[in-house]
């Protein structure tokens, strides 16, 4: 995926051009305009940012797939206001995998129940697990906490989820993530520039 967060219309229209298809947004609005003002191009759209209650409804209208869902009442909404004419909307919770205290994201003992809430809302397909751990030291460390991920991963399929998605791995991580099992890596910086 390739987050063109601050970026303009512009500079997703050069990454389509070079082949990219897929991409992530962090602040909603300024999401919706990018993806207003690109909507002749075919392009697959992913919330990666914080969700406030008042701004489901344009996340829920505007985009594909959501990575940033770790409460239920967030979940609901987005499954009450998803379009009718459009495919469900394709999940991930985020959880909190290396457990700061201040961070977004369910605590992975909360993850199960959370998902199997989620797996029973109508207009939402549960697909995965994101995380967006803190900078680690070298590879190891980073492939460390990527680890963990999985594993949580494995034990929620364990219990009979069918999750296919992790999403996991940004510009300064996404070898270690890749090699540690993410599916989605999220690169911004490494294809955009700096911000
Ligand atoms: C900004 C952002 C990215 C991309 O970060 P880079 O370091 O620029 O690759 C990935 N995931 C999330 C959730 C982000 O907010």
């Known amino acids: 995926m390739a987050v063109s967060k601050t970026f303009g219309a512009e500079a997703v229209r050069q990454a389509y051009a070079a082949g990219q298809r ?3 947004e962090n602040y909603i609005q300024e999401a919706v ?3 207003t003002a690109l909507a002749d191009l075919p392009l697959q759209w992913h919330c990666i940012g914080p969700i406030q209650s008042n701004k489901t409804r344009l996340v829920a209208t505007h985009f ?3 990575h940033s869902v770790d409460r239920l009442k967030i979940a609901q909404r987005l499954s009450e206001q998803r379009p009718a004419d459009k495919p469900p909307l394709q ?3 985020q959880v909190n995998i290396d457990g700061g205290s201040t961070k977004a994201g369910v605590q992975p003992e909360a993850a199960l129940e959370l998902a199997q809430q989620i ?3 109508p207009r939402l397909q549960l697909r995965g697990l994101m995380t967006i751990p803190e900078p680690a030291a070298d ?3 980073a492939c460390a906490v990527h680890t963990q991920a999985r594993r949580l991963l494995e034990a929620l399929n364990a219990k009979g989820l069918g999750l296919d998605t992790l999403s996991m791995g940004m ?3 996404l070898d270690a993530a890749v090699q540690c099992g993410s599916t989605m890596v999220r690169v911004g910086s490494a294809i955009f520039g700096k911000r």
């Open 22 to 24: 897929v991409f992530g």
């Open 33 to 35: 305009d990018k993806i």
């Open 64 to 66: 594909d797939w959501v």
């Open 91 to 93: 999940v991930c919770i």
């Open 119 to 121: 797996q029973a809302l």
């Open 139 to 141: 590879f190891a460390a």
């Open 171 to 173: 510009s300064a991580d």
